[in-house]
């Protein structure tokens, strides 16, 4: 058995390594156990270093990646369900243009693609089919796939698709006496089911909720599958060949390793693992990088949330079509829009306010100014904004200047049903800063905006305009 890999805390070993690799192309995308107490999961990206780290699921509830393919990410979600009734989305690597794939209810198992991305494996929930569905990217039923298995799960395709490897178990449950999960390969037509792998006889480490064999990954450059198992009383990463030859372990780390996938180059592989010493409520788990070549482990998440399950995912780096369909609204015609004023008041004399957006250069940014309206007449200027794309850190971002010295710094995100939210820190000249938020939706061609105060992570709504065109 093979041993591989030095451990390096807090990326300090691997962030040299980023831009020599091809990983600057990539981002990783993981789960996040958001709040224990109303099972919220979200999911988050990061870069490969583990820098710029934020939330692109933003939905209560349960939302978790279980693969990736170029810039598209395919999540299980209980949004607009039942707890815990899972359907299948697909959203890019910021977590726009979100979408629901297929109209049927899945269980909580891992999916992948064949045919350049156009083809997806995934398992229905019980009371909809008792087999693996080939689908399309438009969750049309292509092929139904029977193992023939009491138990099947987790299937991922070979790299040339003709293939499946999976879990599977002659029992049904895990509880049941005798049931044992093995890694099994079957031909994509359903022929020519067999075993792959075979737990150490006499290992009885295992608990009964622990993975013998854990989701596997084809690997296409190595042509080698890997899979975790919990083995002597650890989780750990092992390999093994599609012909049953050359099984290994991956790393010999000495915290319990789980859920992982490979780069398109074969050379980094992702994964989740808890610091035995360092486990919070039993289960911190945390985000680590193998980088193959260099035999380093490097982890890239710290705090005290529980993480897990990460992928690879393309950059996307031409500005999303949320925001360039958002921009176009806005510049439409003569870009003057007006809002009625229900807070006038002596200090705050204005009938209306107006804003007056127009692009800048080559269409990559737009510029916008708010005014007040006095008796139908254009007043005073009272702030000033540039919206653009940071494609470093893949995020839309807004500075606002005001009259007075006050000066924003924010971010625009597509939280759900085309809703935009804005999160921006405030400094005033004094040096006193504060946090304010906006939740912007189109309805019928107008802008309902709302204005909130942000204080101790707390959204407190302040006001409400409707802007419509002039």
């Known amino acids: ?49 583990g820098s710029g780290k934020r939330n692109i699921s933003n939905s209560k509830g349960v939302d978790w990646v279980y693969f ?11 949004r607009d369900t039942c707890h815990r009734c899972y359907f299948l989305y697909e959203m890019d690597a910021n977590g726009d243009n979100s979408r629901r794939v297929a109209d049927f209810r899945l269980r909580d198992s891992w999916i992948s693609s064949r045919n350049h991305g156009q083809e997806l494996i995934v398992h229905p929930h019980p009371k909809v089919d008792s087999v693996f569905r080939i689908i399309d990217l ?48 079957i031909n994509s037509d359903g022929s020519g089911l067999r075993k792959l792998t075979s737990y150490p006889a006499g290992d009885t480490t295992a608990k009964w909720w622990n993975y013998h064999a854990g989701p596997p990954f084809w690997d296409a450059h190595s042509d080698v599958i890997s899979f975790n198992s919990v083995q002597q009383g650890k989780g750990s990463l ?34 989740s693992g808890s610091q035995a010493n360092e486990r919070i409520a039993g289960d911190n788990y945390d985000i680590y990088l193998f980088d193959k070549k260099a035999n380093i482990t490097s982890r890239l998440t710290t705090d005290t949330l529980t993480e897990q399950a990460p992928v690879f995912v393309q ?4 500005i999303p079509d949320w925001v360039l369909d958002d921009w176009k609204k806005r510049c439409s015609g003569s870009g003057h829009w007006l809002a009625e004023n229900g807070y006038k008041n002596e200090q705050e004399p204005n009938d209306a306010y107006g804003l007056h957006w127009q ?31 940071d494609a470093a850190e893949q995020v839309v971002k807004v500075i606002q200047t005001g009259s007075n010295g ?10 759900y049903d085309g809703a935009i939210k804005m999160q921006q820190r405030f400094a005033a000249p004094d040096g006193t800063v504060f946090y304010s938020g906006h939740l912007e939706n ?26 419509k065109k002039k």
């Open 138 to 185: 438009q969750g049309n039923v292509l092929h139904r796939l029977s193992t023939g298995l009491a138990y099947a799960n987790d299937p991922f395709f070979s790299p040339d698709g003709s293939q499946v490897v999976f879990r599977g178990s002659t029992k049904n449950f895990k509880k049941d006496a005798g049931y044992l999960d093995e890694l099994y390969l």
């Open 442 to 467: 189109w309805d019928a061609g107008m802008i309902n905006s709302r204005s909130f105060d942000i204080v101790a992570g707390k959204w407190i709504e302040k006001r409400q305009y409707i802007w």
């Open 68 to 78: 990736a393919f170029a810039d598209k990410i395919y999540f299980i979600s209980d």
């Open 315 to 318: 950059r996307k780096t031409t």
């Open 1 to 49: 058995m093979k041993f591989i890999a030095t451990l390096c805390l807090y990326g300090v070993c691997y962030t040299s390594l980023v831009a020599q690799s091809g990983l600057e192309d990539l981002k990783i995308a993981y789960n996040v156990l958001h709040d224990r107490e109303n099972d919220d999961y979200e999911v988050y990206v990061m870069n490969p270093d």
């Open 359 to 389: 692009y800048g250069p080559d269409k990559q940014s737009i510029k916008g100014r708010l005014y007040g309206m006095v008796d139908g007449r254009e007043g005073a200027t009272y702030w000033e904004f540039l919206i653009f794309w």
């Open 238 to 271: 092992f390999a093994i060949r599609p012909d049953g030859s050359d099984f290994r372990r991956i790393t010999n780390n000495t915290f319990p390793e789980d859920w992982h996938t490979w780069s398109p180059d074969s050379r980094f592989m992702v994964f």
């Open 406 to 415: 006050m000066v924003g710094l924010g971010a625009l995100a597509c939280v």
